[in-house]
């Protein structure tokens, strides 16, 4: 992982030589003001300069800048710098980066510890490999779509809560560091799955404020099992022992959830054949009765004297109320009915978010037998010592 290191408190202009030695190309210090159209590196830190602006005329050849603790309203003047292709600007309370839109030849742009609320707009700036926006104020990963060729990205220590589908069109990303942001469900993660490039993932640094999901259970395989060309998580290399160990967790976890939905489908169409046959009773109750009275009734036309006491009207009131509880009953069924297959979704809702939860949140207000329950503490105490037992090998290491 690439660290924020703080330059010497000096001012310093270098200047590529046109001479190459047989070890490779050898650079040489000159003074600022001397030579000037012919740096290709200036760096300035913490000094007087208040614009940017006069660069163009000062260093034409300029390809890296370097600026650290100078405050800066904008950054206007480098978009003028046409063969710029490294640009540090850190520390400097940068709010307005807009012109870094304009350097099209930027290969690596480096802008952390400003106050930046915004990642740029890079859609002409094609050649980007390496961003660097750690230490601003981003809430939102966007505006990177067009970035087919970056292949580092640096948004720790931001104000970032999801990931969503922000980064996949990034193909060749390979390096991914986003702790220290309020990111808290490992859902968020699945998205990265679609980055066949991604070899190292960062969400846990020392360095930084913890990363709420990094708090979570089953944090590491969880990210492990569903980044399966991971190779390095929070600067841990993840080798193939400690792949085989989550590949298990998780078809055991899987194995324990499906049970878990076979067991609720169960119940849901035990309880359904329970209702079938309550309303089949109901409506034979109700069918008697109704033959009863039309036979009464039918009695009375012929002019024929019933069994009972009761009259045609009495009869007719009989049959109207009849009527309406069949009514009431069959409202009643088809609600019970609608309800049972309501809470059958909710429920596997809930089975299917606490899966992708990683077993984080747990809904009550249902029973589990009892040896569903076993199973899932067995495989938790499993889990828990292969845990263990990798955080005492990373600590001998």
């Not at 310093?12 to 030579?35: F, I």
């Not at 292709?85 to 307005?96: H, I, S, V």
């Amino acid at each position: 992982m690439a660290e924020e290191t703080d330059f010497p408190l000096q001012a310093v202009a270098k200047q590529r030589s046109e001479d190459l030695s047989s070890h490779g190309e050898e650079k040489k210090e000159v003074t600022e003001g001397k030579d000037n159209e012919m740096l290709t590196m200036v760096s300035h830190f913490y000094d007087s300069i208040k614009s940017l602006t006069d660069f163009q005329s000062q260093y034409p050849q300029l390809t890296t800048l370097y600026i650290t603790g100078i405050p800066l309203d904008s950054l206007n003047g480098v978009q003028h710098l046409p063969h710029l292709t490294q640009l540090f600007a850190m520390k400097c309370k940068l709010r307005n980066v807009n012109a870094v839109e304009e350097c099209y030849h930027l290969e690596k742009l480096c802008l952390y510890s400003n106050v930046i609320q915004e990642i740029p707009d890079l859609k002409h700036v094609q050649k980007l490999q390496t961003l660097w926006l750690s230490g601003n104020e981003i809430s939102c990963i966007k505006n990177l779509e067009s970035q087919k060729n970056l292949c580092e990205l640096y948004l720790n220590n931001n104000k970032i809560k999801e990931i969503g589908s922000s980064l996949k069109e990034n193909k060749n990303l390979h390096t991914l560091n986003l702790a220290a942001n309020p990111i808290f469900s490992l859902k968020e993660i699945i998205s990265l799955a679609e980055l066949p490039s991604l070899t190292s993932l960062i969400l846990a640094d020392s360095q930084h404020d913890m990363q709420p999901m990094t708090e979570l259970l089953n944090y590491s395989s969880y990210i492990i099992y569903h980044l399966n060309k991971l190779e390095i998580l929070d600067g841990y290399p993840v080798d193939q022992r400690e792949r085989s160990r989550v590949t298990l967790f998780y078809s055991n976890l899987l194995l324990q959830f499906r049970i878990l939905k076979y067991k609720l489908l169960g119940d849901y169409y035990k309880e359904i054949w329970i209702k079938q046959e309550e309303n089949r009773d109901a409506l034979a109750r109700f069918r008697k009765w109704y033959q009863i009275y039309m036979s009464l009734a039918a009695q009375l036309e012929r002019g024929e004297e019933p069994k009972c006491n009761l009259q045609r009207d009495d009869i007719k009131t009989r049959l109207d109320y009849l009527s309406i509880e069949v009514k009431n009953w069959d409202a009643e069924v088809a609600e019970y009915m609608a309800i049972l297959s309501t809470m059958r979704k909710i429920r596997l809702t809930q089975l299917d978010y606490e899966l992708e939860n990683a077993n984080n949140l747990k809904f009550i207000g249902y029973e589990a037998d009892t040896e569903i329950v076993d199973i899932f503490n067995t495989i938790m105490n499993s889990y828990c010592c292969s845990h263990i037992e990798r955080f005492v090998e990373l600590t001998v290491l």
